[in-house]
């Protein structure tokens, strides 16, 4: 057992920790965030620089917490153009990865995953998106609601119900779909009035008879469903780095503050000493369990109990210390940075299933484990 | 609870219903406006307690709390403009000119704001600096930046002045919370200020507001309760409505309980050993857990500010840096306890 990441890793999460200091600056995460605008500049720059490297994971999960842990807003929005590749890389033939994944590893084209809808996103079997076979075509009618990139994404994997939902086997009969946003019928609403992750784009989509080739289908009729399961359990990964960045940084600028702008004798504080303690032994903790769960899932043996073991801990882990943060800071924190953080921490315990939903999935499995158990 | 508190929360809560829900997400985006402060004075809230020479209503504590309890709940930044200007604006400004100020602010007339660090730390926490021809001006954060008049300390650091100042311009930034108020920095025209005492005078208000701020703090649990008890009374999820589902009716539960204990201890707390700090500290905590939780209920919508229970988030935190002053009143709480010096170390 070995819990240091290789040199290559090392000098890589260095790389991206200068890049994230020198270009998420305060003015310019403040500026976007207050705007709620999505900052393109960054995005190429740091595929230019060679942040990005989607063909590498741990690279990929690396920079997620070192951008993030500057900020989350600008350090999801440059790292989320890629969301759902993964189901098109592991579900998806090599025309469609030919014409869609390429453009976007080049950067030349955004995506975004469709799933969630008005009626509800944990309970993903009870989508309504229909879809329609007719003739050589897809006839897509519904709606999307909190789509992250839903105003920039070119094209976005879309579930979609393709045959009536039997009611005791509900998450039969749905479908995958690529669905550029060109096609006609489709449009969007930018969702505004965010309580955090600002620079990021979320839209509501609106899918009135869009047709889609048949071609755009995703692996086989009625597995969509599957798709999306094996896909978050894949992302769960990457939601669990955003907010470990969150919550190390939120402890970064706390001890920033400790040191250099608060009153002199605060660092000896026994309440102060504790909190900060307590921040830090549960970043390291979620930290450990979000990289056994990539090195399960990047060996290709994933470990769903885990995964989401990963993902809700740490999520609570960046509310808790984003929280601890403002109370250790005061002013300095209300009127700084550091209030961000507390702001964006909060959506890492909702998208990508919910804590509760992490529990049930936690449950669930060890009711199957321990089925099989030695 | 007697008929009469029980008479007035019902009015508060009419006059909410009627004059601020409606209007409660703009009031996030873009301030208390005058008609809503005119309609607050009209009904006496603006100076529930001040004295009637000065356009007060002279109510008692009870009548105080549950009106801060009641338009909290519904906007937790109307309740802290009422709260600033009875339990510190009117103790403070009395005499003169200070006096005068006071009946225009209360009619609705003009407005005040508050230096931030003052009410905070009592002390103000920024730079100065020298006019073109000598005069002092003071870089301050305050709380209601867009009023006419500040209450801030002065150069010295010593004395509360009521002084004029200006907005620095619009900063690309908002508040965490209290929105409808606004904090941001304003420069500060030391020349002209009224003397109004020192910073004791202004620590003191807070040290003796502890009830009164658990008030507010109980009007952001009522309110995003409300709201999260019944968006689970309607939005299903796996076929079930997620009342049905034991941690989310548990948690609910369990939350409101705790409010509850908190209420009857605020409006029968004459025994209370602690001067309030008791209420205080258990007010903040709960209304941390439960507005995160009553967000965390709505799922992606509790995101959104549209669905009005995020601001209660932002507001209880935002409450818990200004008006709770964490370890300071838990070491006042501890010295009350221990009877001596305590929790220092
Ligand atoms: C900013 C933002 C960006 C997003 N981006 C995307 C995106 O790109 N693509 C996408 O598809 N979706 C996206 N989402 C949607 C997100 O994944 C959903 O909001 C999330 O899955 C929760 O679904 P919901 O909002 O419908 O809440 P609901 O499913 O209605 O849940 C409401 C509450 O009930 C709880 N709950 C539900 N069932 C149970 C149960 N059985 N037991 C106990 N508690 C339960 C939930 O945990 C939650 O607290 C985004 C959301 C936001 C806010």
């Known amino acids: 057992m070995d819990f240091e990441l290789s040199d290559e890793l090392k000098d890589f999460r260095k790389m991206v920790r200068e890049f994230a200091l020198s270009e998420f600056t305060s003015e310019v995460a403040r500026k976007r965030d207050f705007e709620e605008s999505y900052p393109d500049d960054l995005r190429i720059k740091s ?3 060679g942040i990005i490297d989607f063909a590498n994971p741990w690279k990929t999960m690396v920079a997620i917490e070192e951008l993030c842990r500057v900020d989350a807003g600008l350090g999801i929005s440059v790292t989320v153009p890629y969301f759902g590749a993964e189901v098109i890389m592991l579900f998806g033939n090599d025309a469609q990865k030919e014409k869609y994944l390429s453009e976007v590893n080049k950067g030349k084209k955004m995506m975004g995953l469709a799933v969630t809808e008005p009626g509800g996103g944990s309970d993903v079997a009870a989508n309504k998106t229909e879809a329609v076979k007719s003739g050589n075509k897809y006839i897509l009618n519904g709606s999307k609601m909190f789509i992250t990139n839903g105003q920039i994404a070119d094209f976005f994997v879309m579930l979609a119900r393709t045959s009536k939902a039997d009611s005791t086997k509900k998450h039969r009969g749905m479908s995958t779909f690529i669905v550029e946003s060109k096609f006609k019928g489709f449009s969007s609403n930018k969702l505004e009035g965010k309580l955090g992750v600002r620079a990021t784009n979320t839209a509501e989509l609106i899918l009135n008879n869009i047709e889609v080739p048949e071609e755009n289908l995703i692996g086989e009729e009625g597995k969509g469903f599957y798709y999306i399961m094996t896909f978050f359990n894949i992302s769960r990964v990457f939601v669990a780095a955003q ?6 940084g939120a402890l970064d600028r706390t001890l920033e503050y400790l040191k250099n702008n608060a009153p002199s004798g605060e660092m000896q504080n026994e309440h102060v000493q504790f909190t900060l303690s307590d921040m830090a032994t549960r970043i390291e903790a979620a930290r450990l369990l979000m990289y056994k769960a990539a090195s399960y899932l990047f060996q290709f ?3 769903p109990t885990i995964t989401s073991m990963a993902k809700g801990y740490a999520s609570e882990t960046a509310v808790f210390a984003s929280e601890k943060a403002m109370e250790l800071t005061g002013l300095y924190g209300l009127s700084g940075d550091l209030e961000r953080y507390f702001r964006d921490a909060k959506i890492m315990e909702i998208w990508e299933g919910t ?18 158990s030695e | 609870m007697n008929d009469d508190l029980k008479l007035m929360k019902e009015t508060v809560r009419d006059f909410s219903t009627k004059n601020i829900e409606n209007i409660a997400l703009k009031i996030e985006r873009e301030g208390i406006d005058k008609d809503l402060l005119k309609k607050l004075a009209e009904q006496g809230f603006l100076g529930a307690t001040a004295p009637q020479e000065y356009g007060g209503a002279e109510l008692d504590n009870a009548s ?7 338009l909290s709940s519904f906007s937790p930044s109307v309740g802290v403009l009422v709260f600033l200007y009875n339990s510190i604006a009117s103790k403070l400004l009395k005499k003169g000119k200070a006096g005068e100020y006071l009946k225009e602010i209360l009619s609705g007339e003009s407005t005040l704001g508050f230096g931030y660090g003052e009410i905070l730390e009592g002390y103000g926490n920024s730079t100065e600096t020298k006019g073109s021809d000598g005069r002092t001006i003071l870089k301050r954060d305050v709380i209601f930046p867009t009023a006419k008049k500040f209450i801030v300390l002065d150069d010295t650091g010593e004395n509360l002045i ?28 030391t020349s002209g200020a009224e003397t109004l005492g020192n910073r004791s005078d202004i620590v003191k208000a807070i040290e003796d507001s502890s009830l009164e701020i658990a008030a507010i703090y109980l009007g952001i649990i009522k309110g995003s309760l409300n709201k999260a ?16 589902y034991s941690p989310v009716a ?8 705790e409010e509850e204990l908190l209420r009857s201890y605020i409006y029968e707390s004459d025994a209370d050993f602690s001067g309030g700090l008791s209420a205080l500290i258990f007010s903040e905590s709960l209304s941390k857990r439960a507005t995160k939780q009553a967000l965390q209920t709505h799922g992606g919508y509790g995101y959104l500010e549209d669905f009005g229970v995020e601001k209660f988030y932002r507001d209880a935190m935002t409450i818990s840096t200004m008006l709770f002053r964490g370890r300071r009143d838990r070491k006042r709480l501890s010295e009350e306890v221990f009877g001596t010096e305590a929790g220092n170390l």
């Open chain 2, 64 to 70: 105080y709390r549950a009106i801060l309890e009641e």
């Open chain 2, 162 to 189: 009521l002084a004029n100042g200006k907005i620095k311009g619009a900063e690309n930034k908002k508040s965490l919370g209290i929105r409808g108020l606004g904090i941001s920095d304003v420069l500060i025209e």
């Open chain 2, 229 to 244: 008890i019944d968006y689970a009374k309607v939005r299903t999820t796996f076929d079930h409505f997620l009342k049905d």
């Open chain 1, 301 to 303: 043996k994933p470990n």
């Open chain 1, 47 to 49: 595929l230019q620089k």
């Open chain 1, 355 to 372: 804590s509760e939903v992490e529990k049930l999935i936690i449950a669930r499995m060890l009711e199957k484990e321990s089925d099989s």
């Open chain 2, 250 to 257: 548990f948690s609910l539960s369990s939350l409101r309980a």
């Open chain 1, 243 to 248: 907010a470990i960045g969150v919550a190390q």
